[in-house]
C-alpha cells in the first residue's frame, strides 16, 4: 500500500503562483508513474498533468500548457506542480495519482488505471 499526502494548495490572486507537492510512502515510488488531476464544482476529475516513472516525459492538458509544470524527485519520494500564472478557471481540487502503468494510460484510459490517490488540496483563484 501506499500513502500520498499533499500539501501546497491554497488561495492566491489571479496571475499568482503556487506550489503542490505530493509525497509518497514506501519503497517503489521511481516505479510509478505520477500525476495531477483537478475537478471543479460540477465537473469530472481530468487530468491536468502526468510524468513518467523517471520524470523524463511530461504530459500537459491544453487548458494548463506553458503554465504549469509537473516534476518529481525520487530520492524524496515527491511530486510536485508548479502552477504559474494561476487563473480563476484554475480553482478546483486538486489530486495527485500514482500508477504502475505509462504515463500515457491517464490519456488514453482516463483515470481507472490509477492505483493509488492522495486525498485532494483545494486551489482558490481569486480575480
Known amino acids: 500500500q501506499v500513502q500520498l499526502v499533499e500539501s501546497g494548495g491554497g488561495m492566491v490572486q489571479a496571475g499568482g503562483s503556487l506550489r503542490l507537492s505530493c509525497e509518497a510512502s514506501?519503497?517503489?515510488?521511481?516505479?510509478?508513474?505520477m500525476g495531477w488531476f483537478r475537478q471543479a464544482p460540477g465537473k469530472e476529475r481530468d487530468v491536468v498533468a502526468a510524468i513518467s516513472s523517471g520524470g523524463g516525459w511530461q504530459y500537459y492538458a491544453d487548458s494548463v500548457k506553458g503554465r504549469f509544470t509537473i516534476s518529481r524527485d525520487n530520492a524524496k519520494s515527491t511530486v510536485y506542480l508548479q502552477m504559474n500564472n494561476l487563473k480563476p478557471e484554475d480553482t478546483a481540487v486538486y489530486y495527485c495519482?500514482?500508477?504502475?502503468?505509462?504515463?500515457?494510460?491517464?490519456?488514453?484510459?482516463?483515470?481507472?488505471?490509477?492505483?493509488?490517490w492522495g486525498q485532494g488540496t483545494q486551489v482558490t483563484v481569486s480575480t
Open positions: 514506501g519503497r517503489t515510488f521511481s516505479s510509478y508513474s
Open positions: 495519482a500514482a500508477a504502475s502503468r505509462i504515463y500515457t494510460a491517464w490519456i488514453t484510459h482516463g483515470e481507472t488505471i490509477t492505483d493509488y
